[in-house]
């Protein structure tokens, strides 16, 4: 079975292949609430204990800035 391509906010882009993945992530989505991302400003579906999106969350672990 070829797994599916999953684009969220909380965690970006990434490859589903168990049942029981696409389950949780779809938990994800329910639990997730549009805000406003704490460093790009953009506006994105995010769990609640989440202040930055996944795109900002790699520049910070890349060493980057994404509050500039
Ligand atoms: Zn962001």
Redesign the pocket.
């Known amino acids: 079975m070829a797994g599916r391509t999953y684009i969220d906010d909380n965690f970006g882009t990434y490859e589903i292949e168990s049942e029981e993945d696409i389950e949780w992530y779809h938990q994800v989505q329910e639990e997730s609430v549009w805000k406003i ?1 704490k ?2 400003t ?1 506006k ?1 579906k995010l769990r609640p204990d989440y202040g ?2 996944n ?2 969350a790699e520049i910070l672990e890349r060493g980057g800035d ?1 509050y500039g």
């Open positions: 991302c460093a790009c953009r994105v930055i999106c795109f900002c994404p």
